[in-house]
């Protein structure tokens, strides 16, 4: 078993800090592990287009990192995985929320075609996307 230690150095130096700009609010999104261009902007779109929609979300900036969209063969099945991360501030950089959310989608082998991947691919990102406004909206709720 490997350790391995990251060490942090600061240094102090005559060069003040500055914050960063306010940002204007809205729904930010990288997703990476789909590589065809037209799939991952349908994604994005539903996306913003979901979170955007959340009145409760008004006025906020929403980071959405997805890190995983992938699907595996486990025994007679098929999973599609999902692991996103999201951030909620405010235009000012002050972080209201962050968290994980996962989600996963069983099919038999049967029953997938890779053909049908793009959908569903959506599909578990509506899935895990209704569980994040829940989430967020909690979040709003106990921050405004």
Same mark, same amino acid.
């Given at each position: ?14 060069? $003040? ?5 306010? $940002? ?15 799939? +991952?902007?349908?994604? @994005?779109?539903? /996306? +913003? !287009? #979901? ?8 006025? &906020?900036? /929403? ?31 002050? /972080? ?7 989600? !996963?989608?069983?099919?038999? !082998?049967? &029953? ?8 569903? $691919? +959506?599909?578990? /990102? ?6 994040? @406004?829940? !989430?967020? $909206? +909690?979040?709003?709720? #106990?921050?405004?």
């Amino acid at each position: 078993m490997a350790l391995l230690m990251v060490a942090a150095v600061v240094a102090v130096t005559g060069v $003040r800090a500055s914050a960063e700009p306010a $940002r204007r609010a809205g729904v930010f999104v990288t997703l990476s592990p789909v590589t065809d261009e037209v799939e +991952r902007a349908s994604h @994005i779109d539903v /996306i +913003r !287009k #979901r979170l955007g929609d959340c009145s409760q979300l008004a006025n &906020k900036v /929403i980071d959405v990192n997805v890190t995983r969209l992938s699907y595996v063969t486990v025994g007679a099945t098929v999973e599609l995985q999902l692991e996103l991360g999201f951030v909620l501030s405010t235009p000012n950089n002050e /972080i209201v929320s962050m968290a994980n959310q996962t989600a !996963k989608l069983v099919l038999s !082998k049967s &029953k997938f075609k890779l053909d049908q991947l793009p959908a569903l $691919r +959506r599909e578990v /990102i509506d899935s895990a996307l209704g569980t994040l @406004i829940v !989430k967020l $909206r +909690r979040a709003t709720a #106990r921050n405004v």
